[in-house]
């Protein structure tokens, strides 16, 4: 099945460049705060700071990003200290008369996010498979074709011929990068336009030290966890992480996982104070797997994503065992039957005598 076409409303007028469209919309704005989902990634946070740079240089208005949930993995908190990116917790915002939301990298409605109800929500610019709810929105702007919100907003910056300072460069190329680094890569024309232009502008040590951050000793504990208590059904691997350290790293582990040569599918449970953090990766064509975990999730909790990457949450009833092994369940039961496997026991990815072993040794 075909990827859907891409989604750009803009106010339903043609022939005008969307960057300028958007810029029009915000002349009587007295100023513009960024929000985008729960624990911003590199792209998220690029994304964000590319539209500031954009609004404060042919608008003048005051800008802001903000921060919705901690930052923890790595590398994130890397960009962040390395780029001096100011993030305001959303928690803590407050707003002016005429002040207004531009969301990117996400959409209202998902529940992946924290928007303040009584502010105008301007805007969305994103690149997600996953519907909001957009009727009430002036402008949208979502590509689902792009690899990475980044592009479309580098291509922006392209359209209104602004040459980000090194820092906005350096952002943008490492949230393009991330967003492309998955295999098999899910890019267009206009990602791999936005890499080229981008490059000789970003400091490329800076990505390489963003990108081989030092790791904590919890990553190690999680990662050993995560291998031990992953079952094979078929063409699925899920991983039960109970003790998982910061969110991020459930999207880690199955990055790791779907590279096993014997799986399609990879899924990572993990457990994060009252939720259970989801993560898919499929190695498939036309995977959906962002329908997929949504139609798995269903009541459970909120899940979305692109073609072969997902990710969802589902709220805990309770952090004691029981109750998270009755969540666990019912999700294994239902990721087999929308995988079309049949019920069956799980395989343990490594055996309960090679673990007795390695402890032995």
């Known amino acids: 099945m075909a990827r859907r076409s891409a989604v750009i409303p803009v106010n339903g007028r ?15 704005a007295s100023a513009v705060t960024f929000v985008t989902h729960v624990h911003p990634d590199p ?20 800008t802001r990003l903000t921060r919705d949930g901690p930052i923890s993995r790595a590398e994130n908190v890397a960009m962040v200290d390395l ?39 301007y805007a969305v610019i994103d690149h997600h498979d996953t ?16 690899g990475a919100t980044s592009s479309l907003v580098t291509s922006y910056l392209m359209e209104q011929t602004l040459s980000p300072p090194w820092r906005l460069a350096t952002a943008l190329l490492y949230g393009i990068e991330t967003e492309l680094a998955g295999y098999p890569r899910e890019a267009s024309s206009l990602d791999d336009g936005a890499l080229i232009w981008l490059y000789p502008l970003a400091d490329k040590d800076l990505v390489a030290r963003i990108r081989n951050a030092r790791l904590p000793q919890t990553y190690f504990g999680c990662f050993l966890q995560a291998l031990q208590s992953s079952f094979i059904y078929d ?14 790293l459930a999207a880690e582990v199955v990055d790791f996982l779907i590279r096993f040569e014997e799986v ?11 939720q259970l953090i989801l993560s898919v990766r499929a190695a498939v064509e036309d995977a959906h797997a962002g329908a997929m975990l949504k139609q798995v999730v269903g009541s459970m909790g ?45 395989q343990r990815l490594v055996s309960l005598r090679e673990m ?6």
Not at 14 to 28: E, K, N, P
Not at 310 to 316: D, F, R
Not at 356 to 361: A, V
Request: overall charge negative; charged content about 25%.
């Open 14 to 28: 043609a022939g005008t460049r969307c960057s300028d469209r958007f810029l029009a919309g915000l002349v009587d």
């Open 43 to 62: 792209d998220s946070l690029a994304s964000m700071m590319g539209l500031a740079f954009l609004v404060e240089s042919r608008l003048g208005k005051p």
């Open 83 to 121: 780029l001096d990116i100011d993030l305001v917790p959303i928690e803590e915002a407050s707003f002016e008369k005429g002040e207004v939301l531009v969301m990117v990298d996400s959409q209202p409605g998902t529940g992946r996010h924290s928007v303040c109800p009584e502010v105008p929500l």
């Open 131 to 146: 519907p909001g709810e957009l009727a009430e929105v002036a402008f949208v702007d979502i590509r689902r074709t792009l």
């Open 235 to 248: 063409r699925l691997i899920i991983s039960w992480v109970n003790e998982l350290p910061q969110p991020e």
């Open 264 to 274: 399609d599918w990879a899924v990572c449970a993990g457990v994060y104070q009252d």
């Open 302 to 346: 909120r899940a979305g994503g692109h073609d072969r990457r997902a990710g969802g949450t589902i709220p805990l009833p309770s952090t004691a065992a029981t109750a998270i092994e009755q969540v666990q369940g019912e999700l294994r039961r239902r990721l087999l039957k929308a995988l079309h496997i049949d019920e069956c026991r799980g």
């Open 356 to 361: 007795l072993q390695n402890l032995q040794t």
